[in-house]
C-alpha cells in the first residue's frame, strides 16, 4: 500500500543546549570519579529519558538535601538552588558540585547585585518552577517579588517605585516576556533591566526557528516533557505563529495519529533538555506511515560550550 506523502519540516536548532550538556556531563563525570551512587537534587533537567538513563548509571534523584546521606556526593540540577541550599550542604561537610546553567547563574548575579545597591527585585517567571524558585532563594524574603502575567504588574506592591530592576526566567516565551517588561516599565518608569537579555539563546534560537516554521506546517510535534518549561514554550510559540495544530510529545508513543490525518507538512522540533535520539525516534515514526522528505529549516548556528566545574576535572 502506497504511504500518503508527507514534508517534514526539521527545526534548527533544537534539542540539547550548552547547559544541559553540560549537566549531564556533571552527573556522568561524577558517577566515574566517586562511584555510585551520586545523589541529584531535583531532576538534573526535566527530560524523563535523560533522567531515567543517568539513574540506571548510579544516579539517585531527590527532592531535598535532607534526602541525601552525608557521605555521599550531591549535584544541584541545571534549574539552580536557593543560597540556603549549598549553605546547608556545606554546613553538613558533603562533597557537593553545583550543575545550575551558567546563563541561570548570570541571573542570580545581577539580582545580587541590584540588591547590594539597594533595588528590590521583580522577577519574571513562573510560580514553583525550580528556576524561580532558585533565583528567588538567592536573597532574603520580600527582596524579590514574582510576576506571571502582564495583570500581575498591576496588582504588584513595591518597597519603593524609584528603586527597582527585573530580572527574568532564562525559560519564558520571548514574546510574552516583552509585553511584561513594557508593562513593568510603563508602570514603573525607573525600573532597571538587565545588562544583556535573560532569556537564554538556546530559548530564543528555538522559538526563532518554530515561528520559521509554523507558518507554513500544519502540525508541530515539540519533543519535551510536560515540565519543560522551555518546551511547553514552543508548543504555544508554534499555536500563536499561526500552526493549526501543536503539540507536546516525550516519545514517539505519544504522538496523536488521528490529530495529523490528513496532514501534508508538519513541523518537528525538541526543547532544551530532550535528547536528538528522541527527535529521530519521532521521525522514525512517521517515516514508518509516510512517505516522507525531509526540508531543515535552519535560524541560526549554535557553537556554545560550558566547561564542567574543576572538581571534576581533577583525580580522585
Same mark, same amino acid.
Given at each position: 500500500?502506497?504511504?500518503?506523502?508527507?514534508?517534514?519540516?526539521?527545526?534548527?536548532?533544537?534539542?540539547?543546549?550548552?547547559?544541559?550538556?553540560?549537566?549531564?556531563?556533571?552527573?556522568?563525570?561524577?558517577?566515574?570519579?566517586?562511584?555510585?551512587?551520586?545523589?541529584?537534587?531535583?531532576?538534573?533537567?526535566?527530560?524523563?529519558?535523560?533522567?531515567?538513563?543517568?539513574?540506571?548509571?548510579?544516579?539517585?534523584?531527590?527532592?531535598?538535601?535532607?534526602?541525601?546521606?552525608?557521605?555521599?556526593?550531591?549535584?544541584?540540577?541545571?534549574?539552580?538552588?536557593?543560597?540556603?541550599?549549598?549553605?546547608?550542604?556545606?554546613?553538613?561537610?558533603?562533597?557537593?558540585?553545583?550543575?545550575?546553567?551558567?546563563?541561570?547563574?548570570?541571573?542570580?548575579?545581577?539580582?545580587?547585585?541590584?540588591?547590594?545597591?539597594?533595588?528590590?527585585?521583580?522577577?519574571?517567571?513562573?510560580?514553583?518552577?525550580?528556576?524561580?524558585?532558585?533565583?528567588?532563594?538567592?536573597?532574603?524574603?520580600?527582596?524579590?517579588?514574582?510576576?506571571?502575567?502582564?495583570?500581575?504588574?498591576?496588582?504588584?506592591?513595591?518597597?519603593?517605585?524609584?528603586?527597582?530592576?527585573?530580572?527574568?526566567?532564562?525559560?519564558?516565551?520571548?514574546?510574552?516576556?516583552?509585553?511584561?517588561?513594557?508593562?513593568?516599565?510603563?508602570?514603573?518608569?525607573?525600573?532597571?533591566?538587565?545588562?544583556?537579555?535573560?532569556?537564554?539563546?538556546?530559548?530564543?534560537? &528555538?522559538?526563532?526557528? !518554530?515561528?520559521?516554521? %509554523? @507558518?507554513?506546517?500544519?502540525?508541530? $510535534? #515539540?519533543?519535551? /516533557?510536560?515540565?519543560?518549561?522551555?518546551?511547553? &514554550?514552543?508548543?504555544? !510559540?508554534?499555536?500563536? %505563529? @499561526?500552526?493549526?495544530?501543536?503539540? $507536546? #510529545?516525550?516519545? /514517539?508513543?505519544?504522538?496523536?495519529?488521528?490529530?495529523?490525518?490528513?496532514?501534508?507538512?508538519?513541523?518537528?522540533?525538541?526543547?532544551?533538555?530532550?535528547?536528538?535520539?528522541?527527535?529521530?525516534?519521532?521521525?522514525?515514526?512517521?517515516?514508518?506511515?509516510?512517505?516522507?522528505?525531509?526540508?531543515?529549516?535552519?535560524?541560526?548556528?549554535?557553537?556554545?560550550?560550558?566547561?564542567?566545574?574543576?572538581?571534576?576535572?581533577?583525580?580522585?
Amino acid at each position: 500500500m502506497t504511504k500518503p506523502p508527507l514534508t517534514l519540516f526539521l527545526a534548527a536548532p533544537r534539542g540539547f543546549c550548552a547547559g544541559v550538556d553540560r549537566a549531564i556531563k556533571i552527573v556522568e563525570m561524577a558517577i566515574s570519579k566517586w562511584g555510585a551512587p551520586v545523589y541529584v537534587r531535583h531532576e538534573i533537567v526535566h527530560n524523563k529519558y535523560v533522567v531515567d538513563d543517568l539513574r540506571a548509571k548510579g544516579a539517585v534523584f531527590v527532592e531535598e538535601l535532607s534526602d541525601c546521606p552525608d557521605d555521599r556526593p550531591v549535584i544541584f540540577s541545571a534549574h539552580g538552588v536557593p543560597k540556603a541550599v549549598p549553605a546547608e550542604a556545606e554546613r553538613r561537610e558533603m562533597v557537593f558540585v553545583d550543575a545550575t546553567c551558567p546563563l541561570v547563574s548570570k541571573v542570580h548575579i545581577e539580582a545580587e547585585r541590584h540588591s547590594e545597591t539597594g533595588l528590590q527585585i521583580i522577577m519574571i517567571g513562573h510560580a514553583g518552577h525550580p528556576e524561580t524558585i532558585g533565583t528567588m532563594g538567592q536573597l532574603p524574603a520580600g527582596e524579590v517579588l514574582l510576576v506571571e502575567t502582564v495583570e500581575d504588574v498591576a496588582r504588584v506592591t513595591v518597597r519603593d517605585p524609584e528603586k527597582l530592576a527585573f530580572v527574568t526566567q532564562t525559560t519564558l516565551s520571548v514574546d510574552d516576556t516583552i509585553d511584561i517588561v513594557a508593562a513593568l516599565r510603563a508602570r514603573f518608569p525607573a525600573i532597571r533591566g538587565p545588562h544583556k537579555e535573560d532569556i537564554c539563546y538556546a530559548t530564543t534560537n &528555538r522559538q526563532e526557528a !518554530v515561528k520559521a516554521i %509554523a @507558518g507554513k506546517a500544519q502540525a508541530m $510535534l #515539540v519533543v519535551g /516533557a510536560p515540565n519543560s518549561s522551555n518546551s511547553r &514554550r514552543l508548543v504555544e !510559540v508554534a499555536r500563536r %505563529a @499561526g500552526c493549526g495544530y501543536s503539540q $507536546l #510529545v516525550q516519545r /514517539a508513543g505519544d504522538i496523536d495519529w488521528r490529530a495529523l490525518e490528513g496532514v501534508e507538512n508538519i513541523g518537528v522540533t525538541a526543547g532544551a533538555s530532550a535528547p536528538e535520539l528522541l527527535v529521530k525516534e519521532v521521525i522514525d515514526a512517521l517515516c514508518a506511515r509516510y512517505d516522507v522528505t525531509i526540508e531543515e529549516v535552519e535560524t541560526a548556528q549554535e557553537n556554545v560550550e560550558f566547561k564542567v566545574p574543576r572538581v571534576l576535572r581533577q583525580p580522585a
